[in-house]
């Protein structure tokens, strides 16, 4: 079933207790998840082809680390045994060390020269989730691969596909749904997913938001935003984050529009539950091609902030190999 929604009354953010998660300002972060085991918080910067990772106890972060890349990163996961699965432009690529080797895993069937990676995360059985991006956003060529390699070589399924920008990846609490969103085209799709099995069927389009106005700019109102990242709590809500909407939405399994929390930036990327117990929501933001008129009221933006919230998200999973 399809569902368009009716959007809340938005406070002022700085009401709200937003923190920033240290100094850094990034082109594009994306990609956040945090590690229960190290007690940090993992990112990446598309355009600056960098990983970074920060400690975060007691709300306070340690200072942010950076390790640069050959190509843009779309996303990062952790590893089981340690270390990283990581999805950059020229492919897939295990690391056990941070500064370390990047040992390849597979190779994705598109043309690099116009299609990178971005948005993902892995299942609960330890599969690599990488969705596409089509950059000249002329052919709909973003897909969304699952990448398993518990049996020692990589087996690479193509999943889904036919999209503009690969986003919104994320997966109910009893893995039986599947969400993914399509940016440019203000959608997000969802299927019933079989875990062991790998499949999907039953598409749908679960959630869709109205086009962006015709000259609009960030400070005319009446844009929501469109589906960038998003995660789920442990109540099965999915909380995704507005692109240009300065907001994060959070919605029930059915659809139903449960609450809207404005961000400090314009352009909030992908949120993350983090945290000792789960409950500290941290968002990624942009400041890549945005205008000076914006960067004058969002000074932050590129920042990694964070806010309390009162559900729990879900754990990130672990790559199995």
Known sequence: MEHTTTPHALPDWRSLGWQTLGSARHALGESPFWHPQEQRLYWVDIPGKQ???????GGVAAPVQAWDMPSEPGCIAPASGGGWVIALRHGV????????????????????????????????????WVGTIDEPKASHAAELFSVDCRAGSALVQRQAGGAL????LAWSP???????????????HAWDYQLDTNTLDAHRIHLRFDAKPAAWTFDAGGYRGRPDGAAVDVQGNYW???????????????????????????CPTMPCFGGEDLQTLFVTTARHGRSASELAAFPDSGAVFYLRVDTPGLPVHAFAA
């Open 51 to 57: 990983l970074l990772r920060a400690g975060f106890a």
């Open 93 to 128: 690529f295990r690391a056990r060390t941070w500064d370390g080797a990047l040992e390849p895993i597979a190779t994705l069937p598109y043309d690099t020269a116009s299609v990178r990676a971005n948005d993902g995360k892995c299942d609960a059985l330890g599969r690599f």
């Open 165 to 168: 920008t690969a986003n919104g």
């Open 174 to 188: 009893d893995n039986r749904t599947l969400y993914w969103a399509d940016t440019p085209n203000h959608v997000v």
């Open 240 to 266: 995704v984050s507005l692109f240009e909407g300065q907001r994060i939405a959070c919605y029930a399994s059915d659809g139903t529009l449960l609450r809207e929390i404005p961000t400090p930036a314009q």
